[in-house]
């Protein structure tokens, strides 16, 4: 049965969600096996800096900015879970990632898919398992032509 994504952009108004490439990113993911984050809705929000900080504070009692933030699900009630991400962090790490603003956000979201997968990032040997799970997501993306489609308007 595929994902059920709940896709909450509005935070965000000059960004474009193409709601049919997400989904079947995540599909891409959710039927690798390769990482197996928990099945049910998975809820994705695109939000600012400072939205994204507020809730670092609220939740995590850390004001800075971040990238992205990753709540757990609840089996019982079928949602896998809710990743939040920056925007605003994307569009400006991008450049300096030498890749497009897409391929940053899309990053965020893998990175929170794998949060829900069980991976980590609280130490210097989790960070580095991350990394190279974050990298072979995306190229599976990448070889599959499964990459979300996003776009921001002036």
Sequence with gaps: MPRILQINAQ????????????ERAFAALDNWGQYNAP????????????????????FL???????????????????AGEICVS????????????????????LYLVHGWLHLAGLDDLDEES?????????LCIERLKTLSAMPIFALKN
């Design 127 to 135: 960070r580095s398992e991350m990394r190279v799970a974050e990298k």
């Design 39 to 58: 099945d049910g809705e998975l809820s994705l929000v695109f939000l600012t800096d400072d939205e994204l900080a507020q809730i670092h504070a609220d």
């Design 87 to 106: 925007v605003d962090r994307a569009l400006s790490e991008a450049p300096s990632q030498g890749w497009s603003f897409a391929e940053e956000l899309t």
């Design 11 to 22: 935070q965000y108004s000059r960004l474009t969600v193409d709601e049919g490439s997400l």
């Design 61 to 79: 009692d850390d004001p800075s900015p971040t990238d992205v933030i990753t709540f757990p699900g609840d089996d019982e009630m079928d949602f």
